[in-house]
């Protein structure tokens, strides 16, 4: 059976905070497959945290030798932290009459739930950087949780995530084509807020740009993407090339159905069969637990619904709400491309969705009295060029019949030619949505 | 912290018997997170195993609440048995100084590597059963392991899956159509000795048969079939009705490359665009660590690795010999249907591909000579009516050119119409390959 050596944190500041720790020293060295427990002095140190007001901790840290797996050790560490009355899950930065961290465990990493080996912030931290040093540990060699890990293959992602499926853990994924923004980190924030990893993918997917649009010219900001992507939090970043993401053979292209030949569809051929082709690769290699897309993409939105259920992903897919600029402008990577007249002109197109939402409130409910509304407004900009104004069903966009009705989305789209080069922008909004 | 009530069993067959029984218990009484602790009187019985000649075992069973989680008493445990001089992986029925087994761990159902609760054959051990009943417990209530398990819905399916994962379990998946045989149990035999858990799945997939073809008379055996996966030893059966596979809005089908449009995907035309949507929905809902297919569809095969490496699933493909009659028949579900006469003149299809097999052993190496020996044999046959017969590379079954080979898979589909119904077969052979 293979010996570990690992390093335990020991902290207390509640009751006799030296009694304590001395208790749980002589308790571990008690413990089947443990030996050759050796212990820094205990060392004080103010409380520094969020929590209410509360003294000083006491903290030292073990170093020990043990057959026990990285998880038994800690299912040991919680119950002695148990016996000494700490209730668990304990509340974050409340008083701890003990308080016991796996900092190292051998020279592995481990990616768990309950389970995070190296400790992210060890490093930080004087009072375990200087007992490690007192107990012999090269401190400059110990090993660092580096975040956000960047991958450029689709099998050493697939691998991370599949490390993480088999910690139990709740995966997240964000795929994006980079260029990202304030539209993007809300994404991610929420990502972050759901789930226990978080990984963003970064790629513009040649497959979903049909010739002569703007796959090249499509913004690329690699390093600002990763500045945002690890203040964000995020766990793993994809970014492959187009060859790491598509071999020269690659054939498997997944279709779809005839809801998705309107619309965006319509304006641009193969380009829904192009992101099924991509969400498909994405969620294989990753198999989130939660995926995270922009409802500004509504009909994209509503395609990955329909391919997730179909195709049987376990993944559940939370639409985010379009973030929009203060003037209404929905945010959009192609906005900056945006000549100075038609970004002041670009407002037509929510204002438009707005005027029919509040038309929608004040009590209009005729189909085509709606799309008037809005088309009325669009006709006072003749910068825009609408391709299509639509009001269609919640969720799957379905047509919705003439007449009356009881709620849905109008879809706006329309090309704007004044800027460095012709933008196309989309926007919809829910008619029946709480707040604009 | 919640407590949970664990049942261990014990037993020991060399040295101490009873004081190596007793030192674990008072040692599991020291243990952080244990309390209350309680053992049933220690009992012998005979060894009964394929091990070496070896001692009685002493047994007991003790009860204990504890705060740890279940691999972390597991972990301890391991740990008890390591300090009794049991080497760790210890090797299978060889004495043992120390054999804790984790009985139950409250009413949870766990399924991972290293631990599986409830003990899936505690109910079968007298030696187990009695003490437990010491103790107390109501032996008919205490939960038993099922297998296999089955499942009619896709989000069962892949929610079992999901825990299987989660206990970073290799996975092994068997697809089939059903009407199990030989060649199957082959699959399933070889996946059960790879894999920690083994699903099959049961389903004639109506969307890899054109109209006019035989999907309502592809033969179901569904009975037969769980029984068989009883026997060799399948975890989980996955068996939906077509609803439960397809909703009637389905649309996400996924396209074969022009490979898959020669051959069967000639004669069937749509036939591997049907297994390709299939097979990627079976992937991702189970996300399988291997998957097995038989050789005997070889541009299946082919189609599948393709598939499984433009998506990207983190899934092996392991390719499974034919198996045949003694006579040479590969077997097929679908060789019920021939008739008397037919099934004569079907090993036409066997002798054709070992003659080139043999000439090429004995340095043939033209294609076209090769091709020619076996269409020699198969004209002596009236009864095969030849769809194609084709020598192709090796695994991805590209055409090869004419002239000199260096090896080569030779592929031959024949119909017969004397029978039931009129039957294809198909069949391959590898000229290289050793044996036949």
Redesign the interface.
């Given at each position: 059976?293979r010996d570990t050596t690992a390093y335990l944190a020991l902290g207390s500041n509640e009751g006799d905070r030296a009694a304590q720790l001395q208790r749980a020293l002589e308790?571990?060295r008690?413990?089947?497959?443990?030996h050759d427990l050796r212990a820094s002095a205990f060392r004080e140190s103010a409380f520094v945290g969020d929590g209410p007001p509360q003294g000083p901790y006491l903290n030292g840290v073990a170093r020990l030798r043990?057959?026990?797996?990285a998880?038994?050790?800690?299912?040991?560490c919680?119950?002695?932290e148990?016996?000494a009355g700490r209730?668990?899950p304990a509340p974050r930065h409340h008083p701890r009459p003990l308080d016991l961290d796996l900092l190292f465990y051998g020279d592995e990493e481990i990616d768990t739930r309950e389970l995070t080996v190296p400790h992210p912030r060890w490093h930080q931290r004087p009072f375990v950087v200087e007992p490690l040093r007192e107990l012999g540990a090269d401190v400059e060699a110990l090993p660092r949780w580096r975040r956000p890990l960047s991958f450029e293959t689709?099998?050493e992602f697939?691998?991370r995530c599949?490390t993480w499926?088999?910690?139990?853990l709740v995966v997240g994924l964000v795929p994006t084509m980079g260029a990202l923004h304030a539209g993007h980190a809300s994404l991610l924030r929420r990502a972050r807020e759901e789930c226990d990893r978080v990984a963003a993918t970064i790629f513009v997917n040649p497959l979903q740009f049909a010739p002569g649009e703007d796959f090249a010219a499509y913004p690329r900001t690699l390093a600002a993407d990763l500045r945002l992507c690890a203040e964000a939090g995020v766990d793993a970043v994809f970014a492959p090339t187009v060859g790491a993401m598509?071999?020269p053979?690659?054939?498997?292209?997944?279709?779809?159905?005839?809801?998705a030949e309107t619309m965006e569809g319509a304006v641009r051929p193969g380009h829904f069969a192009g992101i099924?082709t991509v969400v498909?690769?994405l969620?294989?290699?990753a198999?989130p637990t939660r995926a995270y897309f922009g409802e500004k993409d509504a009909q994209q939105l509503a395609v990955i619904r329909?391919?997730v259920?179909?195709?049987?992903?376990?993944t559940a897919v939370v639409p985010c709400a379009i973030v929009r600029e203060p003037d209404g402008l929905a945010l959009s990577s192609r906005n900056v491309y945006l000549g100075a007249d038609d970004r002041r002109a670009s407002t037509v197109l929510f204002r438009a969705l707005a005027s029919a939402q509040l038309a929608f409130r004040r009590g209009e409910r005729d189909r085509d009295a709606l799309l008037q509304r809005a088309h009325a407004v669009l006709a006072t900009e003749p910068r825009a060029e609408v391709d299509y104004l639509e009001l269609r069903r919640e969720h799957d966009l379905r047509p919705l019949p003439a007449g009356a009705i009881d709620g849905g989305r109008m879809l706006v789209a329309a090309r704007f030619r004044d800027g460095v080069r012709p933008v196309r922008l989309l926007d919809n909004l829910s008619l029946g949505a709480a707040g604009t």
């Open positions: 059976m308790r571990l008690a413990v089947p497959g443990v043990t057959t026990l797996p998880h038994a050790l800690l299912g040991v919680q119950a002695l148990a016996e209730k668990l689709a099998a697939a691998a599949s499926h088999a910690g139990a598509y071999d053979e690659f054939c498997s292209h997944v279709a779809t159905g005839s809801a099924a498909t690769r969620l294989a290699l198999r329909r391919l259920q179909d195709v049987g992903f376990p």
